[in-house]
């Protein structure tokens, strides 16, 4: 049994937590939506306090096997790519540490030979003495190959299910393993199984009815808290950004329904996190974060070596797999400042600036919610706090 079966028995199957769900995605009036926010900000205070926990993506490598229509790392753009070496990581970590986080989300485009379950491995070990909360978003593993991840130091995973239209998948993956959906649902299960203690999920919203994969992204959240209890878990909603390849959203997902679609899961699931990326305008964050969100991201780059600068001395093209390096014909390409970004980011502030519009708004921006001497235990059994 997997959440294959039970998503492919959906709606038949549907919960009376997912009715109460879908209930709160019907259209609201302006009275509604407003009462909708004020419980959704309450029930959040009740069990999150004011806290907003910070973090920073550091991305390790623009290097992807896969062919997916709507992200600047497909296979097939022609961009400038880097995969940072180890050592490289640590700098742009060491930069991250010194601006205050200590919660980093290490991510990566999925290609083999540039990115194995070693280099990652590696990766996680270096940063782990100094950066207390270690994730990774990168291409679906084996439970085994998670297992090294997790003894190596990594506490948190992220996989988004980009959609849950069978049918918008198979369009938007046109090559490369991330086109087998199933192998990617299972993924949070494998995950777990290994010993995660964060498990976080979404979908990316623009390439389905937003309702409907709401609904899926719910009912996936709700399966995995019956059957994989010991986690702790996060959702989110990004939305289509401006990114090489050009994509342009085939749905409408506006400020209005996010607003609702964080309100619903809020009043739906009072302790799952919720989380808001910089995708998100300024102007937008400064006034959903009360609402219902309990993480955010500050200051991000979403191109490898993007906070110092490192790997740009190695930037090449990816041409059918192969390494191609950069001639007279193509110094100037992208103007040669460093590697292509996944995509477009809307909110430029800086992390002081971000956590300081947090303080003004009444919240409590939080660098570091995580040690892992928490689970150690001592030799007579008791947790050790030394």
């Given at each position: 049994m997997s959440f294959v079966d039970t998503l492919d028995r959906l709606p038949e199957t549907d919960s009376a937590s997912i009715l109460r769900f879908r209930s709160l995605?019907?259209?609201?009036?302006?009275?509604?939506?407003?009462?909708?926010?004020?419980?959704?900000?309450?029930?959040?205070?009740?069990?999150?306090?004011?806290?907003?926990?910070?973090?920073?993506?550091?991305?390790?490598?623009?290097?992807?096997?896969?062919?997916?229509?709507?992200c600047g790392f497909s296979r097939d753009n022609p961009i400038l790519r880097v995969t940072l070496s180890v050592d490289q990581v640590v700098a742009e970590a060491k930069h991250l540490a010194a601006l205050g986080f200590r919660n980093i989300l290490l991510v990566a485009g999925e290609h083999p030979r540039f990115v194995s379950e070693g280099y990652l491995q590696k990766c996680i070990t270096a940063i782990h003495d100094f950066i207390p909360s270690v994730g990774l978003e990168v291409g679906p593993m084996e439970t085994p190959?998670?297992?090294?991840?997790?003894?190596?130091?990594?506490?948190?995973?992220?996989?988004?299910?980009?959609?849950?239209?069978?049918?918008?998948?198979a369009k938007l993956h046109t090559a490369g393993p991330k086109k087998n959906f199933n192998w990617r649902l299972d993924c949070p299960e494998r995950a777990y199984a290994a010993g995660f203690r964060r498990l976080g999920i979404g979908a990316l919203f623009g390439l389905a009815d937003w309702?409907?994969?709401?609904?899926?992204?719910?009912?996936?959240?709700?399966?995995?808290?019956?059957?994989?209890?010991?986690?702790?878990?996060?959702v989110s909603f990004p939305r289509i950004r401006p990114a090489a390849?050009?994509?342009?959203?085939?749905?409408?997902?506006?400020?209005?329904?996010?607003?609702?679609?964080?309100?619903?899961?809020?009043?739906?699931?009072?302790?799952?996190?919720?989380?808001?990326?910089?995708?998100?305008?300024?102007?937008?964050?400064?006034?959903?974060?009360?609402?219902?969100?309990?993480?955010?991201?500050?200051?991000?780059?979403?191109?490898?070596?993007?906070?110092?600068?490192k790997g740009h001395d190695s930037l090449h093209l990816t041409i059918k797999g192969k390494r191609v390096e950069l001639n007279n014909s193509t110094q100037s390409f992208n103007n040669?400042?460093?590697?292509?970004?996944?995509?477009?980011?809307?909110?430029?502030?800086?992390?002081?600036?971000?956590?300081?519009?947090?303080?003004?708004?009444?919240?409590d921006p939080v660098w570091k919610d995580w040690e892992g001497v928490i689970l150690r235990q001592s030799p007579q059994g008791s947790t050790s706090l030394s």
């Open positions: 995605l019907l259209p609201k009036n302006r009275d509604e939506l407003e009462q909708m926010a004020r419980q959704s900000s309450a029930i959040t205070r009740q069990h999150f306090g004011r806290t907003i926990r910070l973090f920073a993506p550091l991305y390790l490598s623009n290097e992807c096997i896969n062919n997916c229509s709507y190959e998670y297992s090294l991840m997790v003894e190596a130091g990594c506490e948190g995973l992220v996989i988004y299910q980009e959609s849950y239209d069978r049918s918008a998948y309702r409907s994969e709401a609904e899926s992204l719910a009912a996936h959240l709700a399966y995995l808290q019956r059957h994989c209890w010991k986690a702790s878990y996060s390849g050009d994509f342009q959203p085939i749905t409408h997902f506006t400020d209005r329904n996010f607003l609702q679609l964080v309100c619903a899961f809020r009043l739906s699931f009072p302790e799952v996190g919720i989380v808001l990326s910089t995708r998100e305008s300024e102007v937008f964050r400064n006034g959903i974060a009360p609402l219902g969100i309990t993480s955010m991201s500050a200051g991000s780059h979403t191109e490898p070596g993007g906070y110092t600068g040669n400042t460093g590697a292509t970004p996944q995509f477009g980011i809307a909110d430029q502030r800086s992390p002081a600036e971000v956590a300081s519009s947090l303080t003004d708004t009444g919240l």
